[in-house]
């Protein structure tokens, strides 16, 4: 299938409302843990296990993948996840394997925990921007309205001028809602019809 464009995924924010309420799961969706160790769990054996706790909807990646084909946009893991979306994450929510942005291992910095990436994530959008290759993209992240971000955002800007982008901003305290959705229906709707 012929593409208008790209539907950039990031997890943490979008997908893993991770600035909600700590004790108060949002409704519909799964607690899993990412252990320090490296393993993956979920339902009870989460509560079994200490480290990065992820709450996933298991309705998202249906809601996705059914704008992606009404809308005709290639969905693409933007996420510092990487390879980890398609292995842990596509299949708590219902995602097949899909195409990974893979940020530059300079950005990498290590810590007690094994890694973490470089404060301030303005790495994020010369990435981004190079993977896309003028092509048309609807981003969805939680960092697109975080002004420490500005200057690396107005650079993405200025190099995407005459390439259709939507940066479809969510909030990480509530995850993807159908209004995201419905922007990027309409957004798309606009794009030239792939010949």
Not at 38 to 59: C, E, I, M, Q, S
Not at 111 to 136: I, L, M, S
Not at 173 to 179: C, E, K, P, R, V
Request: aromatic share 8%.
């Amino acid at each position: 299938m012929a593409h208008k464009g790209l539907l950039l995924l990031d997890v943490d924010g979008p997908l893993n409302p991770y600035a909600a309420k700590p004790n108060l799961r949002p409704p519909g969706y799964e607690t899993f843990r990412r252990a320090s160790g490296g393993g993956w769990f979920g339902g009870r054996d989460a509560r079994r296990h200490k480290g990065l706790r992820v709450w996933l909807h298991p309705g998202h990646g249906a809601l996705l993948r059914a704008l992606a084909e009404d809308a005709e946009l290639q969905l693409v893991w933007a996420t510092t996840w990487l390879e980890e979306a398609n292995t842990l994450i596509g299949p708590a929510i219902g995602l097949p394997d899909l195409p990974v942005i893979h940020y530059p291992p300079a950005d990498l910095e290590r810590d007690g925990d094994g890694h973490r990436w470089r404060t301030g994530g303005a790495w994020k959008w010369p990435t981004v921007a190079a993977y896309a290759a003028g092509r048309p993209l609807a981003w969805l992240d939680d960092d697109h309205a975080d002004p420490r971000f500005a200057e690396a955002r107005a650079a993405f800007e200025h190099e995407r001028r005459s390439s259709p982008t939507l940066l479809c901003h969510v909030d990480p305290s509530t995850g993807l809602q159908t209004g995201h959705l419905d922007e990027i229906r309409t957004w798309a709707a606009a794009l030239p019809a792939v010949r």
